[in-house]
C-alpha cells in the first residue's frame, strides 16, 4: 500500500531554532561542571549558554505564540530526562576491561545527575514564568517594545532559574553550603547572567527578523 508522504509545516529557520534550543540545554548540563572565573566571580561555564535559552523562547513567543513555546519547553524537559535516564544508566553500566578511563568518567558524568535533576526543574519553572511574563508585557505594551518584555521576562526567569538550581543542585552537598552560602553564590551569578541577556538582546531583534521574513 503506498502512503503519501506528509508536507513537513516547518521550514529550516525554525528547525534550527528548535535545534539550537534543545543542543544549549543539553550543553548547559553536560558542560556546565566546570567553573571558571569572570570578573573575579567564579561561575559555571554554562553562564554563556543559559541566556541564549531564554532568548530563543523569548523569539518563539514572539512569533509563535505561548502554546508553540510550551511545547517547545516540554520537549526540551523530555530531552533533559532522557540524558538523565541515559547518564545514570551508563555511570551504573560496568565497564569493559579495555577501558582505562571509568573513574573519569563516573566524575564526569555521575556528579552530573543531580545537576540535570537540578536543572530540570530550574529550567521548566523559569522557561514556563519566562513565557507568562513575556506575553503579559506584550498585551500591555501593544506589542511594542520588544526589548523590554525581553528583558524584563529574562531577568525574572533568570532570578527564578538561578535560585532554584542552585539550591536544588549545592544546598547542602558540603556542611558549607548552607542556606547563606547558596544565596551568596546566587547573587553574583544572576548578576552575570542578566548582563549577558542585555548583551544578546540584539540577538533577539535579529532572530525574530530573521524568521518572520522581515527586512
Given at each position: ?193 542578566i548582563a549577558f541577556a542585555v548583551l544578546i538582546t540584539p540577538l533577539v531583534y535579529g532572530g525574530v527578523r530573521l524568521l518572520s521574513g522581515k527586512k
Amino acid at each position: 500500500m503506498e502512503t503519501t508522504l506528509r508536507k513537513p509545516e516547518a521550514d529550516f529557520k525554525l528547525l534550527t531554532l528548535i535545534s539550537v534550543f534543545i543542543g544549549v540545554l543539553v550543553g548547559m548540563n553536560l558542560l556546565g561542571g566546570k567553573i571558571i572565573t569572570i570578573f573575579g566571580i567564579g561561575a559555571s561555564v554554562a553562564v554563556f549558554m543559559v541566556p541564549i535559552s531564554f532568548a530563543i523562547t523569548d523569539i518563539a513567543t514572539e512569533l509563535y505564540g505561548k502554546r508553540f513555546t510550551r511545547q517547545l519547553t516540554l520537549a526540551g524537559m523530555l530531552t533533559l530526562i532522557l540524558l538523565f535516564v541515559y547518564s545514570a544508566m551508563f555511570v551504573w553500566l560496568e565497564p569493559n576491561v579495555r577501558f582505562a578511563s571509568n573513574d573519569a568518567y563516573e566524575v564526569v558524568f555521575g556528579s552530573s545527575l543531580r545537576i540535570i535533576v537540578a536543572s530540570i526543574v530550574a529550567f521548566s519553572l523559569a522557561q514556563l514564568q519566562d513565557i507568562f511574563v513575556f506575553e503579559k508585557i506584550r498585551k500591555a505594551t501593544k506589542g511594542g517594545y520588544l526589548w523590554i518584555r525581553t528583558n524584563v521576562s529574562t531577568f525574572a526567569s533568570e532570578l527564578v532559574d538561578t535560585t532554584v538550581f542552585m539550591f536544588i543542585a549545592f544546598y547542602q552537598m558540603t556542611p558549607r553550603f548552607d542556606a547563606l552560602f547558596v544565596f551568596k553564590m546566587i547573587i553574583p551569578y544572576f548578576l552575570l547572567k542578566i548582563a549577558f541577556a542585555v548583551l544578546i538582546t540584539p540577538l533577539v531583534y535579529g532572530g525574530v527578523r530573521l524568521l518572520s521574513g522581515k527586512k
